[in-house]
């Protein structure tokens, strides 16, 4: 009982401005990262924060309409384009108040909706999907009352945010690339998607369609072909086995993932194939694996930190009051070759 009663009284946010001599209400803008606080009010709250140990109850800042939490959601943690993204979403708000929940909930369009789902129920102040599976109905219905961003989707609407890649250029920078070396047998691995989601512009869809308009630019479309598969080691594998396995396989695949190119080089290994000698294979995303010594994956780069830190930015416009437009940013693809791409086999058809 000795012990309660001598138990240190937690610090209040009026503690913080009694302490620095200013507001409350100043304290708050300093901890949300408001525009227009000055650099020395600051300074001087930040000060007071760090000398009384203020931490302040995520409960309690839910009762009064803000948590400082932001829910993100992806699929895969296991894609490493993704931490490219999270880099910069945490960069962007490492000098704010607000928390990252991540929500990894699987390709499955039914468990991502009960992860954003959760989320909301948690009272996150806004949510950043990357590119979302679940219904873009259900999507909209939540963009309605929680400020939201959406990562990857061209799809564009009033109620929230877009942060995309240019990814019909991107295509036909590999494509031309592949012409360029000598290529004309060339094949696409590309997420399947979901049909029943009702998203009409995801990032696979319009990859898939600058891959096949390239492809016709180039007086290549008898070439064409498409393999659906999961952007994962184990789809790229899949896709991979599929593709190598055929008498008249391609001479250069293109995946819409590193993961997923990961995952073909898997199969070319197990089929006895070389890269780039034997089959040549390019990525998208460029992440840090890619540029490894002993990968050296040619890939698409289209800043994966840049459109985390973009998407933060534009969350917390929202979470802060922005209503007037949505704005949808897209990013410039930029083709990395390195050496998992070269001239084709001299002794193909293709």
Not at 211 to 235: I, K, N, P
Request: proline fraction near 3%.
């Amino acid at each position: 009982m000795q012990q309660d009663t001598q138990r240190k009284k937690r610090v209040t946010i009026t503690d913080v401005a009694r302490y620095a001599g200013v507001s409350t209400a100043a304290v708050s803008k300093v901890m949300r990262n408001a525009y227009g606080v000055s650099d020395a009010m600051r300074e001087k709250v930040r000060a007071a924060i760090d000398e009384l140990d203020y931490r302040p109850q995520a409960a309690a800042r839910g009762m009064r309409g803000r948590t400082y939490t932001i829910g993100v959601l992806l699929d895969n943690i296991r894609n490493t384009f993704f931490a490219d993204i999270l880099d910069g979403i945490r960069d962007e708000l490492v000098d704010s108040e607000y928390t990252v929940i991540i929500g990894a909930a699987g390709f499955d369009a039914q468990a991502q909706g009960k992860t954003i789902r959760a989320m909301v129920d948690r009272q996150t102040d806004g949510l950043v999907l990357i590119a979302p599976g679940t219904q873009r109905s259900e999507v909209l219905a939540m963009a309605e009352t929680t400020p939201t961003v959406v990562i990857g989707h061209h799809d564009v609407s009033d109620l929230h945010d877009s942060v995309v890649d240019a990814d019909g250029i991107g295509a036909g920078l590999v494509v031309d690339h592949l012409v360029a070396l000598g290529h004309r047998n060339i094949a696409l691995v590309s997420a399947p998607g979901t049909r029943s989601s009702k998203w009409a512009r995801t990032p696979e869809i319009v990859l898939t369609n600058g891959y096949t308009e390239a492809m016709g630019r180039h007086g290549l479309g008898a070439y064409t072909q498409v393999c659906r598969s999961a952007y994962s080691d184990e789809g790229g594998y899949k896709a991979g086995m599929s593709l190598l396995g055929r008498a008249d396989r391609p001479t250069a695949i293109m995946a819409g993932a590193d993961v997923a190119a990961l995952g073909v080089w898997r199969a070319a290994h197990e089929l006895g194939l070389r890269v780039p000698e034997d089959v040549s294979l390019a990525g998208y995303n460029n992440t840090a694996i890619a540029d490894l010594a002993t990968v050296q994956l040619s890939s698409i780069d289209q800043a994966g930190h840049s459109m985390g830190s973009t998407a933060a930015r534009l969350l917390i416009e929202r979470v802060e009051g922005r209503r007037s437009h949505a704005v949808q940013t897209t990013m410039t693809p930029r083709l990395v070759a390195r050496h998992s791409t070269g001239a084709p086999p001299t002794t193909s058809a293709g």
